[in-house]
């Protein structure tokens, strides 16, 4: 008999590889042999495909059966190539024709009575194949919606093992996507709603307009949680490969709406204090999966009670802040995975957080040792510093402005930030390294003083003055000028003061 040819995706992270799985029937002992580096739950494959094959009204082969899934060196992974591997089977019985295999990726696993169940990953399954030329795939209904968001392939949903054999054999037809949804996502709450805090509201201003990440301090009651959640209504909306990127995050986690809409609202992720290095940065056995820092790519992470947070999980985030991605090392692969997100920190400004200060009963001791958690190396990292205040009038504070009056200012800082750096590369001043900011971009000295100042005081380390630069070009897009002077030096200099934490 002719060998068979049929077409998987195997995941490392977000990166999809195409699979190639080659069916070969032999004279032997009938036995199914799985070659190319499967994992203990593709190894368990065999039985549920020949039970599938069987029960959805299929004769299987007596004989030996070699399926080989080249490239034979790259690990697989997972049952979504159940339903690749009984039809490589059942070409090589020629069952179904090769040519209708040729060409489409079959994606799901499969239930003993050959129903095809949902697999994770689906969207950068579809996108690597999409990227390696395939034009159809077959996935099943419960995930339709969501492969439907990868453009320029033919998606056909199936809900049976029987349904899609009789689709190859050209028998019949299979379901096909609904026109996408508009994203019906609902807004974040409004900055309005926030009482007082001119300081914190101008940090988390700062912030989105350029791309930086805060640490807003105060007694329990001030509004820390009430603005990091209105952060992401001042962010811009995600262009659409910013949209789907994240959405692949989100398939390879799980945490993909059913409906498939691809969301253009920035994520908003707020994990416990408690939770593990694994949720928060990624992990797992074998292939590590997705965390909370990558699920916040391109939106805000939220940390409260940081000072609650492990040393060495807030350490962690150290890398993720400086590259934009995480990697992560297993003994099945090393992956990596988006991580550019927005930090915000909140922290009590002692451990028995009273409304008032003048309450407090810690000693300055512990005091100093209770916001001392937060590492030098990770505050060095935090450009904008923030103190909150308990609020003491209602009827006195006014009406603040609105998500609507705030997000028009950072998006027009952003446009100009954007012009500014665009032929480099960059699109917020957060991003722009330190040499450019220092060398192409080079404030006078008369602009510069106030760091140089605090670099030899010691109050300011390199990075630090490089960090305070970035905020001074951001408070100059929000004022509309061309350039910082020494005042919005200075101003950035103010919110870096470790005495704001």
């Known amino acids: 008999m002719p060998i068979a040819r049929a077409y998987a995706v195997a995941l490392l992270g977000v990166d999809g ?36 094959v069987v029960n959805s009204g299929f004769t299987w082969p007596g004989e030996k059966i070699v399926l080989a899934l080249s490239p034979a060196t790259l690990r697989k992974t997972g049952s979504g190539f159940d339903l690749a591997l009984a039809c490589a089977v059942l070409g090589a019985c020629e069952v179904l024709p090769q040519s209708e295999l040729d060409g489409t990726v079959l994606l799901g696993e499969l239930a003993l009575d050959g129903r095809l169940r949902a697999v994770r990953g689906v969207l950068p399954c579809l996108i690597a194949a999409r990227d390696a030329g395939m034009r159809r795939a077959v996935v099943p209904e419960a995930v339709l919606a969501e492969a439907a ?156 009670e940081a000072p609650e947070w492990g040393a060495s999980l807030l350490d962690s985030l150290r890398t993720p802040l400086e590259e934009g991605e995480v990697r992560l090392a297993r003994a099945d692969g090393t992956v ?94 957060a991003e722009v390294p330190g040499p450019v900011l220092r060398t192409r971009f080079a404030l006078p000295r008369s602009a510069v003083r106030p760091l140089d100042a605090g670099l030899r005081s010691g109050q300011l380390t390199a990075r630090g003055a490089d960090r305070a630069l970035r905020v001074a070009w951001t408070l100059a897009d929000l004022a509309g000028r061309d350039g910082p002077d020494e005042d919005l030096v200075e101003t950035a200099l103010f919110f870096r003061d470790r005495r704001a934490a």
């Open 17 to 52: 590889h195409v699979v190639e799985i080659e069916a070969d029937l032999g004279k032997g002992l009938p036995k199914f042999h799985l070659l190319g580096l499967p994992d203990a739950s593709l190894h368990e494959s065999k039985d549920r495909v020949r039970a599938a």
């Open 149 to 304: 968001l990868v453009e320029d392939i033919e998606v056909h949903g199936a809900a049976r093992l029987a349904d899609v054999l009789s689709f190859l054999q050209g028998a019949c037809t299979l379901l096909r996507p609904e026109p996408l949804a508009d994203d019906v996502v609902p807004e974040p709450p409004d900055l309005a709603d926030v009482v007082g805090q001119d300081d914190a509201r101008h940090a988390i201003e700062i912030a989105a307009a350029g791309g930086h990440h805060v640490l807003l301090v105060g007694p329990p009651g001030t509004g820390k949680t009430m603005l990091a959640q209105r952060f992401v209504g001042l962010l811009p909306r995600l262009a659409p490969q910013e949209a789907l990127a994240l959405a692949a995050v989100r398939s390879v986690a799980g945490r993909l709406p059913a409906a498939g809409v691809l969301s253009t609202v920035p994520p908003f992720v707020a994990p416990h204090h408690s939770s593990s290095m694994a949720a928060l940065l990624g992990g797992g056995s074998g292939i590590a999966r997705p965390g909370a820092v990558s699920l916040a790519h391109r939106g805000v992470l939220f940390l409260d």
């Open 336 to 429: 990596q995975y988006p991580a550019r997100f927005q930090l915000v920190l909140a922290a009590n400004p002692c451990p028995c957080a009273p409304a008032h200060d003048r309450d407090c009963v810690c000693p300055s001791l512990v005091r100093r040792r209770y916001l001392g958690r937060l590492s030098g190396p990770l505050l060095d990292r935090v450009d904008l510093r923030a103190r909150m205040f308990p609020v003491t009038a209602l009827a006195a504070t006014g009406h603040a402005e609105d998500t609507a009056t705030v997000r028009a200012r950072v998006l027009a800082a952003r446009g100009a930030a954007a012009e500014r750096w665009g032929a480099l590369g960059y699109r917020t001043n």
